[in-house]
C-alpha cells in the first residue's frame, strides 16, 4: 500500500514537474522514472549545473559526449521543485 501510494505521487509530481519544464523551453525524453533527463536549447548543461550548484540545489550533469547536453532532475518533493524551478526561471546566462 505504502509503495502504491509513493508511486503515485512521484508519478504526479513528476506530470506537473514535465509541464514546469516544458513551459521553460526544456526539452527531454518521456519520462517513466523518479527523475526527468533535461536539455535546454539556448543553455550550456554544464553552466546550468554549475549556476544551480552555486544556489545550493543539485541535479546531475556527466560530461560524457552522448550526454553532456543533459541535466538529469530527480523528483523530489514539491516544495524542493518549486525552489529548482525558481532558480531556473531566474536562471541568467553569463
Not at 23 to 51: R, W
Amino acid at each position: 500500500e505504502y509503495f502504491a501510494e509513493t508511486t503515485r505521487k512521484i508519478g504526479e509530481t513528476r506530470d506537473w514537474a514535465e509541464e514546469e519544464f516544458k513551459k521553460l523551453g526544456f526539452v527531454f525524453p518521456k519520462p517513466s522514472a523518479n527523475f526527468i533527463f533535461v536539455s535546454h536549447p539556448e543553455y550550456d548543461a554544464k553552466e546550468l549545473f554549475e549556476a544551480m550548484k552555486a544556489k545550493g540545489i543539485y541535479v546531475r550533469f556527466w560530461g560524457s559526449p552522448r550526454i553532456e547536453d543533459y541535466l538529469r532532475v530527480t523528483i523530489g518533493t514539491p516544495q524542493e521543485d518549486n525552489c529548482l524551478l525558481a532558480a531556473l526561471r531566474s536562471y541568467k546566462p553569463e
